[in-house]
């Protein structure tokens, strides 16, 4: 059965400095990934999606090593605001029939960014 | 805002009690899922219905019960829970390969069993 393991931290991070924590996962034929954002008592939400050629949006960069099975999520000049758990995410399926499949999640990786 | 709309937001029940949680989404996806998550602990699968069809159980107790009406709802019937079913029930939608597209989230459904 696919896994994803992530460290659960938290790490607690200067406000501005930049963070960087990984994933690894167990299922080879996966081909994309997910990362989450999870506010507290919230529900989460899509923060990136992660394919083999990386993926960049503002402060934010995930990438996809696919030899070594993790992924990474690097956040530079991080803000109070980036203070949640991040949730690993992959999405392929391991169920046999076709059809939607359950997304896998990561245990979550809790940050906390200090003033 | 989410865009997929979890009713109610908040419900506390007692072990004999029946209810029922509502999920709504207009985005067209075709498969929708239900998800449990306590506290400090990332959400695991229930459900997952893809075509209005269950196509995923994943070894859920009978006193959970889902409906997908149509396309747009799915719901989840409750019946003679325990205490430890108390969580936050989260509602998600997405196209029907999630590997190619990401899923969204309802607010959940903050459950207490008394």
């Known amino acids: 059965r696919k896994e994803v393991e992530q460290d659960p931290g938290p790490f607690n991070v200067p406000e501005g400095a930049t963070v960087a924590f990984n994933c690894t996962y167990s299922?080879?034929?996966?081909?994309?990934f997910f990362w989450y954002r999870q506010d507290c008592r919230k529900e989460p939400k899509l923060l990136m999606s992660?394919?083999?050629s990386g993926n960049e949006d503002g402060r934010f960069t995930a990438q996809l090593n696919r030899a070594s099975q993790y992924i990474s999520l690097l956040i530079r000049d991080s803000k109070l605001s980036d203070s949640a758990t991040y949730l690993c995410?992959?999405?392929?399926?391991?169920?046999?029939?076709?059809?939607?499949?359950?997304?896998?999640f990561g245990k979550g990786t809790h940050l906390i960014i200090q003033p | 805002d989410t865009e997929v709309t979890q009713t109610p937001k908040h419900l506390v029940m007692g072990m004999t009690n029946k209810k029922s949680l509502k999920c709504e989404q207009h985005?067209?996806?075709?498969?929708m899922y239900w998800y449990k998550q306590k506290a400090k602990k990332p959400p695991e699968l229930m459900f997952v219905?893809?075509?209005?069809?269950?196509?995923i159980n994943e070894s859920v107790p009978s006193r959970f019960s889902p409906e997908c009406p149509n396309s747009s709802l799915l719901n989840l019937h409750l019946h003679a829970l325990q205490p430890e079913d108390s969580a936050l029930y989260l509602c998600?939608?997405?196209?029907?390969?999630?590997?190619?597209?990401?899923?969204?989230f309802g607010q959940g459904t903050r459950l207490t069993v008394v």
């Open positions: 998600a939608s997405s196209q029907e390969a999630p590997d190619r597209s990401s899923a969204f």
């Open positions: 299922n080879s034929a996966s081909q994309s």
């Open positions: 992660v394919y083999s």
């Open positions: 995410v992959d999405p392929a399926g391991d169920y046999s029939g076709g059809g939607a499949d359950g997304l896998t």
């Open positions: 985005m067209g996806h075709r498969a």
């Open positions: 219905y893809s075509y209005e069809k269950l196509s």
